[in-house]
Structure formats: C-alpha cells, structure tokens
C-alpha cells in the first residue's frame, strides 16, 4: 500500500517536504503562543496576498521573493506599530491585515483573474519541487540556529521584557528578528499549505503541547512531535481518502488538541 | 555565591534626573546618592513617580541626567550591573515554564532546550540561598506570591550585581512572607557588596529596616534616616499625621 504510494515522485517530495516543515512549525508556534502573537502570524499570512500583488504589479517573475520582502516589512512595521502603543495591538494588527488582504484580493482580481492566484488559499503541498525542497532545507538550518542562539532571550522577553532588558538582552532586536523569522517561515511555507491553514499549523501543535506540559523541554518537544505527526499521518489520509492535504493535517492536529485539552483538564 | 562585605566604597549617584512624557514632567531635579551595603526605600503617594524612577533607573524610559556608579577610592566611574525584581511576572497558571526553565533563560548559556546535570546543580544552588532549591522543577505559574519573589530575588542577585532594585516586591504577600522578605533583604546587604533600592507601600517596614528613606513627589521632598523622614513636614502632607503615629507605634513592637 506505502510502497504504491510512494512510487509516485510527488508523493516523496510532499512527504520530505512534511518533515522539513513540520518541526519548523511546531518548534515556532511554541514561542507564538507563548508571546501571545497568534493573531500577528496570522495578519501575516494573509499579507502573504498582497506580497503576491505587489510582485505582479512590479513584474517579479518570482512572487516568493515578493512575498518575503512584503512579509518582512509587514512584520516590522506592526512590531514598530505596536512599540508606539498609540492603540491596542489585536485592534491595530486587525486593520493591519485587513487593509494588506484587500489590496491583495483587489489588485489580483484585476480583469477577473483572481482564479490564477485562488490555490495560494488552500495550498498544495503535492506540487512542491525539488529546488523548493532545497530552500526548505535551508530553511530548516537558519532556524534551528536561530533557535539554539536565541531562544533562552526569546523566553525571558515573554516572561517580563523589563526584567530581560535589564540583564542586558535586547528586546527589541530579539521581537524584530523573530519577527522576520515568523515572516520567513510563513512566506516559504504558505505555498504548500495556503493562507487558511497555515496559522492553525502554527498554532495547533504548541497549544496542544501546552495543555500537557509542566517545563520548555516537554512543551518544545511535544509541539514537533504533534507536529511532525498530524502532518505526516495528514499527508497520508488525504492520499487514501483523495482529499486537500492541509485540511486533513489540521484536522488531526485539532484532535490532537482536543485529546490534550480533555487529559490536561484532569491532570 | 561568594558573601562579600560590604566595602562602602562604591556608591551610586544620581544627577539631575527627570522624566517627562510629552508635555507632562513626572519626575525632576532628582539627586540622590546610593551607597553600597545599604537599603534605601523610595517613599511617596501613588503617582508619585516611584515606577518612573525605577524605569528611569533601568533605561526603560527616556530621562535626562546621568546615573552614575562610582569607586570611591580611585573616582573612577564603572559600569552599574543591576539586579532587578519586578512587581510579578506575565505567566498565567498553565505555563509551561519550570523554575529552571525561568533562571536559566534569564542567566544561562545553555539553551533550555536541553538540560545538563551540572546546569541544574547551578541553579538549585542559587536557589538554595533563598531557600527555594526545593521548587527548582515545579512550573513557575503554580509558585505563591511569596514563592515566586524568592526565585525573583535569586535571579536578581546570581551575577552578583551593584545594585539591587525591587519594585514594591512584596504586593500580595501575607505577614509572615513580609517580615521573611525583609529580613532576607537585612541579609542580602550584609553579605553582599549590594545597594538596595526598594520601592515600597509598607511603611512600617520601611520604618524599621530601611537605611535611608527618599520620599518622592515628582522630585525628592525629603531624604535622610527613616526617622528624619517620618517626621518631616513633607511626610505629613502625603500621608497626614496618623500614618506618622501608627508606624512609631508598630515599629517599636
């Protein structure tokens, strides 16, 4: 039955690509919900639209590039938004993003052609290639560094940004780059599992992982293993059952996320 | 942690120092002068600008003046390491943050992706001195008021830093955890080549444990030995006489 599946080419590309984004996902949705920034990683899916239209409007063959500068400034400027403090962060994301998707939708549907663009919705990991699957591992590299260099900042800003500052921890480079690094992540994914999905992805696994865990070990750990498996065993459903991919991992990530929520309940 | 004692050498000036957002001046002409192996308590009604100070203090706002550390013996000026401890922590109940996991992101090198025999030995130690080594793996979000500020303070004084500053660390803790807070805070400038500033509501304890007593009211309006302050002028407007009597009284209990 694998083996069938697997003999088709497509089929091992998604799967590799599952297990290179996957942990990525789990290992930064952990520090999204920590530092409570789940709707910012979703205002910046959704500017993954108007990424795509600024690169049509500029002629850029390649809109991933776009879309990663777009994502880029996007997040920088929320982050430098929300500094100012002149209005209450989910309000100011909220506008944010809503303004950045109708530019999206409307440039795009220009002369009715917003079908051309109507898959980035939903994403297909199946179509991914193999010089993507290299720019995943790459990646894959730049964060796991990232993550092993800053994550002990990371935490401590989450916990009090005062308290970190004072031991000589730069809050605001540290919130830009994660910034940039959500950015990145989201922007080279979102191909494959569409502006919809992608912050359950983000979300899913690190707050399932949170009902069960008692240290930063366990939450990390549990979250890319969540992770790893409602994509893999997603991956797998949907080729049984002829179904979108991306729903079905977050279908079984969402239960996943119930099962814990019902046995942390208890704990 | 290495006890030294206290040298008196060094001490912390601050000049001129004020605040002002936008239009609004908080805080002005504040000249104070911190000495090592002492407590000092800034005093005031709320909105005084004791926070201000505090943030000034830490650079987390925009002030004018300088605060500078200084060694007595040769005049040189060093660079301050504080040793801060915040009113609480953003952590809600189901955090999934051990007390490890807390002191190690604030004072480690080892990511808290893992964790090491020798890291945790480390750490529990620190902890010890406070008396909460025992707490070292239960999550930080379970910890009482008085547990939490424990942890806080072991942080705060792990690099051995100049001074230590504590932002009215002792809102909801009951009798018991205030006289163990202060009595720890008598220790820590005993053992420690450590200045103290304390931010605080608890005048009676002010009263008794404090070396010296700045009372603020967007500048300092009074300054000097516990005593001295109480029974100004200044300390009779904010906090009328009544406060004056029933401090005396409890503070010779």
């Known amino acids: 039955m694998f083996s069938e599946m697997f003999s088709y080419a497509f089929m091992v590309r998604a799967t590799i690509a599952i297990l290179l984004i996957s942990p990525l996902f789990g290992m930064v949705g952990t520090m999204i919900v920590q530092k409570r920034m789940a709707y910012f990683s979703d205002a910046l899916g959704h500017s993954a639209l108007t990424g795509i239209a600024a690169g049509v409007i500029m002629g850029i063959a390649n809109t991933t590039i776009s879309m990663i500068i777009f994502g880029i400034c996007f997040a920088l400027l929320l982050n430098y938004i929300s500094r100012k403090g002149l209005s209450s962060s989910d309000t100011l994301i909220s506008v944010f993003a809503s303004c950045a998707t109708a530019l999206g939708l409307a440039i795009l549907s220009r002369g009715g052609s917003f079908a ?5 919705l939903v994403g297909d990991i199946l179509s991914i290639t193999a010089s993507e699957i290299i720019q995943l591992i790459v990646l894959f590299a730049v964060i796991l560094v990232f993550w092993c260099v800053s994550i002990n900042r990371l935490t401590a800003i989450s916990i009090h940004a005062t308290l970190a500052k004072s031991r000589s921890i730069s809050v605001r480079i540290m919130e830009d780059a ?83 929520y019902i046995y942390g309940k208890d704990r | 942690m290495k006890k030294i004692i206290a040298c008196g050498f060094h001490c912390i000036k601050i000049k001129d120092l004020g605040v002002s957002f936008g239009e609004q001046q908080v805080l002005e002409n504040i000249n104070l002068h911190i000495h090592c192996g002492q407590i000092s308590a800034v005093i005031g009604r709320n909105g005084a600008g004791k926070s201000t100070l505090v943030k000034a203090i830490l ?33 809600d109940r189901t955090t999934p943050l051990s007390v490890y996991d807390m002191f190690q992101s604030f004072t480690g090198k080892l990511p808290i992706l893992v964790k090491t025999k020798n890291e945790h030995e480390h750490v529990k130690a620190a902890l010890a001195e406070f008396d909460v080594d ?20 072991a942080m705060a004084v792990h690099d051995t830093p ?11 803790i009951d009798k018991n955890g205030m006289d163990d807070f202060y009595e720890k805070m008598q220790y820590l400038k005993e053992t ?18 404090a070396d010296n007593v700045i009372l603020i009211d967007k500048t300092v309006t009074a300054a000097g030995k516990p005593k001295q302050v109480f029974e100004s002028e200044a300390f009779k407007r904010v906090f009328g006489k009544g406060a004056t009597g029933e ?6 209990v």
Request: hydrophobic share 50%; no cysteine.
């Open chain 1, 116 to 120: 051309n663009y109507s898959a980035i």
């Open chain 2, 192 to 209: 420690h080549d450590l200045a103290i500033i304390l931010v605080s509501h608890d005048l009676d304890y002010v009263y008794k444990y």
């Open chain 1, 178 to 260: 994660f910034a940039v690094l959500i950015a990145l992540l989201v922007m080279l994914s979102i191909k494959w599992v569409g502006i919809l999905l992608i912050n359950a992805l983000l979300i899913l696994p690190a707050a399932s992982s949170r009902n069960i865990s008692d240290n930063f070990r366990e939450y990390t750990y549990l979250s890319i293993i969540f992770s790893i498996f409602s994509g893999i065993v997603g991956l797998f459903v949907s080729y049984f059952t002829d179904m979108a991919t991306g729903p079905m991992i977050v279908i079984i990530a969402s239960v996943i996320y119930f099962a814990t």
């Open chain 2, 134 to 153: 025992g707490l070292i793996d239960q999550p930080v979000g379970t910890l009482s008021g008085g547990q939490l500020q424990r942890v806080l303070l």
């Open chain 2, 59 to 91: 650079d987390e706002v925009p002030h004018t003046g300088e605060i500078l550390f200084k060694n007595k013996m040769d005049n040189t000026i060093q660079g301050l390491r504080i040793g801060y401890v915040p009113q609480t922590v953003n952590i």
């Open chain 2, 162 to 172: 100049n001074l230590l500053l504590l932002d009215e660390p002792v809102s909801g």
């Open chain 2, 247 to 252: 401090v005396e009284v409890n503070a010779n």
